[in-house]
Nanobody, 127 residues
Framework: EVQLVESGGGLVQAGGSLRLSCAASGFTFDDYAIGWFRQAPGKEREGVSCIAIRGGSTYYDDSVKGRFTVTSDNAKNTVYLQMNGLKPEDTAVYYC????????????????????WGKGTLVTVSS
């Protein structure tokens, strides 16, 4: 059974940093992509950043380029999202998702969503 567990959310002031973690289990980690998505109140879920575990290719939404960094620790089956220079508009529930990388290009997964989801972690950025 595919399981994704997010952690690391919290309350931070504008300009601050947080690191989110997504611990994965139940599938062959190297064959998948892991993505970070977020959903703010009243808005649709959007892709933030994604990584192909094998090869390490990454994708970032324009809104987070230069501020967020996605990395993977294959020994721990965990993907991280380092978020620096946080802005109030980054406030949202952050979800990690996963999908077999053979099914679609990474960019398509990150723009349109993935097949499996975690329950999310709340990030609140105060001004």
């Amino acid at each position: 059974e595919v399981q994704l567990v997010e952690s690391g959310g919290g309350l931070v002031q504008a300009g601050g940093s947080l690191r989110l973690s997504c611990a994965a289990s139940g599938f062959t980690f190297d064959d998948y992509a892991i993505g970070w998505f977020r959903q703010a109140p009243g808005k649709e879920r959007e892709g933030v950043s994604c990584i192909a575990i094998r090869g390490g290719s990454t994708y970032y939404d324009d809104s987070v380029k230069g501020r967020f960094t996605v990395t993977s620790d294959n020994a721990k089956n965990t993907v991280y999202l380092q978020m620096n220079g946080l802005k109030p508009e980054d406030t949202a529930v952050y979800y990690c998702g996963t999908e077999d990388l053979s099914l679609r290009p990474l960019v398509a997964m990150c723009r349109h969503g993935m097949n499996y989801w975690g329950k999310g972690t709340l990030v609140t950025v105060s001004s």
